[in-house]
C-alpha cells in the first residue's frame, strides 16, 4: 500500500512559552521529532514544517494558525497534522504516532 504524504506542522517561537519553562525550544522539539518520526516509520513519506508564530509564512492557513496561537494563547510548539492539533506545550510521541498511523504509516 502506498502511502499520501502526510505534512506535520510545528508552530513555535525562539522565545519559550512562558508556561513551558524547562522544556526544549520550539526548534529543538522540531529536530527530535523529525528524527523520533523518521526512526519510528523509516522510509515512508513526511514531510516536516517548522512556522515561527512571530513570522508567518505568506501560506494563508498556516498565518492563520500561527495567529490563532498567539491570540488564543496555545502552549507552543504546537503540533498540527491535516488540521488537527495532536500536540501542544509538550507534545506526546504517542499521540503523534498514532495520528500518522490514521493515515497508513506503519511500524517497521
Known amino acids: 500500500m502506498k502511502i499520501k504524504e502526510v505534512e506535520i506542522i510545528l508552530y513555535g517561537a525562539e522565545q519559550l512559552c512562558p508556561s513551558c519553562v524547562n522544556l526544549p525550544s520550539s526548534k529543538e522539539t522540531f529536530e527530535w521529532l523529525e528524527a523520533a518520526i523518521t526512526r519510528k516509520f523509516p522510509d515512508q513519506p513526511v514531510k516536516m514544517t517548522y512556522v515561527d ?17 498567539i491570540d488564543e494563547d496555545m502552549f507552543y510548539p504546537v503540533v498540527v497534522i491535516k488540521g488537527k492539533v495532536v500536540g501542544e506545550g ?3 510521541l504517542k499521540t503523534i504516532f498514532s ?9 517497521i
Open 90 to 92: 509538550n507534545p506526546r
Open 99 to 107: 495520528e500518522l498511523e490514521k493515515y497508513g504509516y506503519s511500524a
Open 53 to 69: 508564530i512571530h513570522q508567518p509564512p505568506e501560506d494563508i492557513l498556516k498565518f492563520n494558525f500561527a495567529t490563532k496561537v
